[in-house]
């Protein structure tokens, strides 16, 4: 990639534009304690060549989904991801439409933008889905914002504690200055308490948010939590696994008004934390109220079928001022490879990778279970993920020992959840083999293992 600087002339000229006499008085609002007074502390200039090898050799020092193992999980998931996936959405006429909201987008992205709509309410239970948010935290918020606005309950939100914690601080940012107050209920045994629960939900209550499976990967009673939301005559919002739908009941069937999740797992490899895709579906009442954007179908002046932007009630480009949400780009991408993810694998197919998960991390769960180092912390059925406590009290350490013989163990979490910092989440999908989930337990039992992580991955096993 070449490298364009700017020079005195150039920025002598852009000064000039922007009315300003040097580049002092433009930083002048930053606090002279907070900028820096001395040039950059940066090695020479390298070559093209000399720099990418560089770089490569400081890329190489990563532990990834390739180099590792991980059962790292917590909203990032190392599926697999079929190639025909990546085949499809680096075509350049996908790769290369930036911000596909516009006017002008083409009908081969509206049909994929479409596609993705179909899919994704078949796969929610659900009546509507726009096409695609940032991620699942934002969804998370977006929805709690519709609530808010089509309950005209502006006073409180219920959340479960056993939501993901970065969902909840997105929340909590959103409405932050809207006068929304965010109760947080209890999860103490990996699921939400239901009695606080009924307790604080009020004819204030716009919404409450359950994650099903939660957080911990604990299952929730979701139908009861959202029997306790209507009754109260607050929407019910779900936040689910898109994986785990292969076999539990969709949120639409167990009374979700608006479902939500992070749509990394359908055919998107685990990237640093994104780009990701952001899912929200809802059911068809609350239409006019659903951030971002909906493609429909119509017929052109010739007859034949085609596809356009139907609504885009709440955007900045429709609404101005008025508007309410803003996703601009968005993550059109990253749908169009959900899109072709769930419609390579097939309803079966989901059931039979969400099945997968299911076994595999049973299976490791018992077998930590029975050192007698680990013990299981919830007794509630979990999908995917679990949380085990190290009785020796020294997870940081477990994890670091671990990701030296190239296995990513877990995520510590007492960062989230204090009461639990002799705890770890640990996630296992269906890439996972069982040399692999054997060498992980005598791993963290004995901090090696008679298989590197590196051998394992390069034998296939």
């Not at 079929?82 to 516009?102: G, L, M, N």
């Not at 991620?135 to 309950?153: K, N, P, Q, W, Y």
């Not at 909590?172 to 606080?196: F, K, P, Q, R, W």
């Not at 609350?286 to 052109?300: C, M, Q, S």
């Amino acid at each position: 990639m070449p490298y364009l600087y700017n020079t005195s002339d150039d920025q002598a000229a852009m000064l000039a534009a922007i009315g300003a006499q040097s580049i002092e008085e433009l930083f002048q609002s930053i606090p002279s304690e907070l900028r820096l007074d001395r040039p950059l502390n940066i090695p020479p200039a390298m070559g093209e060549l000399e720099l990418e090898q560089h770089i490569r050799g400081l890329a190489a020092k990563n532990l990834n989904g390739s180099n590792a193992v991980t059962f790292l999980g917590g909203g990032s998931y190392d599926h697999f991801v079929p190639a025909a996936v990546d085949a499809v959405a680096s075509r350049s006429e996908f790769y290369t439409s930036y911000t596909p909201y516009q006017a002008e987008v083409s009908q081969g992205n509206l049909q994929a933008m479409f596609e993705y709509q179909s899919l994704i309410t078949r796969l929610t239970g659900l009546d509507v889905s726009n096409c695609s948010l940032y991620d699942g935290g934002s969804s998370a918020a977006e929805a709690v914002l519709m609530a808010a606005d089509i309950t005209r309950r502006k006073g409180r939100v219920v959340v479960a504690a056993s939501v993901h914690p970065e969902y909840r601080q997105t929340i909590s940012t959103y409405v932050a200055n809207l006068g929304i107050e965010v109760v947080t209920v209890g999860a103490e045994n990996g699921t939400v308490d239901i009695a606080e629960l009924t307790s604080v939900v009020n004819d204030e209550t716009s919404c409450v948010v359950l994650q099903h499976p939660n957080f911990f990967g604990c299952l929730e009673d979701a139908e009861t939590v959202a029997q306790v939301a209507h009754d109260a005559g607050a929407l019910m919002i779900g936040v689910f696994d898109p994986i785990s739908l292969g076999l539990l009941k969709r949120p639409g069937d167990w009374g979700a008004d608006i479902a939500v999740a992070e749509g990394q797992s359908l055919g998107t490899p685990m990237s640093y934390g994104g780009p990701v895709l952001g899912i929200l579906a809802c059911k068809e009442k609350l239409i006019r109220r659903l951030p971002g954007r909906v493609v429909g179908t119509t017929t052109d002046r010739r007859g034949n079928p085609c596809y356009t932007l139907t609504m885009q009630t709440r955007e900045q480009h429709i609404r101005r001022e008025k508007s309410t949400s803003n996703v601009c780009s968005n993550q059109a991408l990253f749908a169009l490879r959900a899109t072709v993810y769930l419609s390579l694998v097939g309803p079966e197919g989901l059931k039979s990778v969400a099945n997968l998960c299911l076994q595999k991390s049973r299976y490791l769960a018992d077998k930590l279970d029975s050192t007698s180092r680990f013990e299981l912390v919830f007794n509630s059925p979990t999908f995917k993920e679990f949380v085990v406590r190290d009785k020796e009290n020294a997870v940081e350490d477990l994890v670091a020992d671990a990701a030296k013989e190239g296995y990513l163990a877990g995520i510590p979490l007492g960062g989230w959840y204090p009461n639990l910092a002799d705890c770890m989440l640990v996630c296992v999908t269906e890439k996972r083999t069982r040399a692999q989930l054997d060498a992980l337990v005598e791993v963290l039992q004995t901090g090696a293992a008679k298989a590197s992580a590196d051998e394992l991955i390069q034998a296939g096993i």
